[in-house]
């Protein structure tokens, strides 16, 4: 049997599963397609946070805190170490994220550092970026990581 890969699980994905329904059709279907990627295909793969998304998550209403909280609950942490905090700044230098968005690079350069082969998040105005991604990924591999699959739980619900 093959081993499972290594998805990282992005604040805004863990957002959409402790929210209470939108009124939103497109965030209604965002909450829909997350809940059943959570449902049915989450255990194919090797959850992970880093203490950034655990930060993120504690942030906002207390009563939504922890729903958040209690979604994470149990998923293993990798580490953010310095290298990440360069290759994070690298992505912000080179225009690969913009300055505004570092707490995003740094999602990024931490799968980056611990070799992670999904980035699962809904942010696609900094992380899931169909004109940044090339650019996301050449500036890792020019500094010797492999960047992530960087896609939504939609692009990871298989056949």
Known sequence: MMSRKFVYLETSVISYLAARPSRNLVVAAHQSITE???????????????????????????????????????????PVAENSLRLADILVQSGAVPAKAAQDALHIAVCC??????????????????????HIEETARQNGFTA????????????
Do not use: Y
């Open 36 to 78: 059943e990627w959570w449902r049915q295909r989450r255990r194919r793969f090797q959850e992970v946070i880093s203490e950034i998304v655990l930060e993120e998550a504690q942030q906002g209403s207390p009563e939504a805190a922890k729903r958040r909280m209690d979604i994470l609950s149990g998923i293993p942490f990798i």
């Open 113 to 134: 550092a611990n070799s992670i082969d999904f980035l699962l998040t809904w942010n696609c105005k900094h992380i899931a970026n169909a004109e940044k991604r090339g």
């Open 148 to 159: 992530p699959v960087i896609c939504t739980p939609e692009e990871l619900l298989g056949e």
